[in-house]
């Protein structure tokens, strides 16, 4: 008994050590396991997250690969975008420029009629007076005809007194053949002022019509005084036409307007009414009459010189002949001294010859060929 005490004495904590052990191992292997599911379970938490981000790139890459394509078939619009919208702001500085420019212009439009309209207030003041209109009138001639090319005291004269001293007429133009014709300037303002210085409109029509009937009668009158004057009897080589020169086309237009048969009565009066156009076109073709009378002068000039150089050469043909007749005379001359000199000189000189030792004497031989005579018909004229 003592030795199963003393046995189970040893063994008993053997057994307890091991079975202590035995309890740690598996205390050790529960919590291993526990740790191992701890950390596979935040693997698995891990592997998710890590799947769930995969896939949210793999999603983004989808999206940029679908925004790569859509980019690139919107490559060409953007281009043409961007190009559209280059030209709108080239469009729009242009539209800038351009308003900036008419603005300006606009500007330069306004400034410019206002200095017309003082302009205008000014002429329209000045020919108030009729010594001032009269001035305009005789100034506006003496330009129309100046720019037609002619110069005065050459072609046209200014104030030039009548032979009988009685009247001065405002310019006289000299035509070819010693003709003249007289040109007066008349400027009848009043009521052409007053009726174009009336609002438009149908109630001012009446009034305006009976203003520029008296504008009509006034230049009426101003072609009787003109009749009256008679200078086509006062001026020598004078036309049976004066014209009365009307420094505006408005002034004449509106009187013809006003009484059509204004015209014709001028000219029953030997009176011709001209503009500023009309007048330049007859100053042009008096011009160019005068041209046509140079040119013929100078040809009748030329005709006469080649006329006279004709007949010099006709006389110099005279006096060709004459010393083509003087040669042949000193041919003949020549001729009979040297056949004298050989028939009868030589023939002693050589029997002198014959009994002397000196040189002889060189034989001379005739000319056979005379002048040529003249052929042409100027130079062998008989009645030079």
């Known amino acids: 008994m003592i030795e199963i005490s003393t046995a189970l004495a040893v063994v ?12 740690g191992i598996l205390a050790g292997i529960g919590m291993g396991r526990a740790r191992s599911a701890a950390r596979l ?6 592997n998710a997250a ?8 793999e999603t983004q890459l989808d999206q940029a690969r679908e925004h790569t394509q859509v980019a690139q078939q919107m490559q060409p619009i953007a281009e043409r975008l961007e190009s559209l919208n280059q030209r709108v702001q080239q469009v729009e500085t242009q539209r800038a420029q351009q308003h900036g420019a008419l603005s300006q212009q606009l500007r330069a439009s306004l400034e410019s009629e206002e200095r017309l309209r003082a302009s205008a207030d000014s002429l329209a003041k000045a020919l108030s007076s009729s010594q001032s209109r009269g ?5 506006q001639l003496q330009r129309v005809v100046e720019s ?32 003249h014709l007289v040109l007066d300037a008349k400027a009848p303002f009043d009521a052409y002022l007053r009726a174009t ?88 073709a008096i011009a160019a009459s005068w041209t046509q009378v140079n040119v013929a002068e100078d040809a009748e000039r030329i005709l006469h010189l080649a ?70 018909p100027e130079l062998t004229r008989d009645d030079r």
């Open 12 to 23: 008993l904590p053997l057994l307890l050590a091991l079975l202590a052990a035995a309890l």
């Open 41 to 46: 379970a935040a693997l698995e938490r891990d």
């Open 50 to 57: 890590l799947d769930a981000t995969v896939r949210g790139y």
């Open 135 to 139: 001035m305009w009138g005789e100034t």
């Open 148 to 179: 037609s090319g002619m110069l005065e005291r050459v072609d046209f004269d200014v104030q030039a007194s009548t032979a009988d001293g009685s009247s001065r007429p405002d310019m006289v133009v000299h035509l070819p053949g010693e003709r």
């Open 197 to 284: 210085a009336l609002p438009e409109g149908a109630e001012f029509a009446n009034e305006r019509n009976g203003l520029l009937a008296e504008h009509a009668r006034a230049l009426k009158g101003h072609v009787d005084a003109l009749a009256k004057r008679d200078y086509a009897r006062k001026v020598a080589g004078g036309p049976e036409l004066v014209i009365l020169f009307l420094p505006s086309e408005a002034l004449l237009s509106s009187a013809l307007d006003a009484d059509p048969a204004l015209l014709e009565h001028a000219f029953g009066k030997g009176v011709a009414l001209a503009s500023p156009v009309t007048l330049f076109s007859v100053l042009r």
């Open 307 to 376: 006329t006279e150089l004709y007949e010099r050469i006709s006389t110099m043909g005279g006096h060709i002949e004459k010393m083509r007749g003087s040669l042949e005379k000193s041919v003949q001359h020549f001729n009979a001294f040297t056949s004298t000199l050989e028939s009868r000189v030589l023939v002693t000189g050589r029997r002198l010859d014959e009994l002397s030792t000196s040189k002889s004497v060189p034989v001379t031989d005739q000319i056979d060929t005379g002048p040529r005579a003249a052929t042409a």
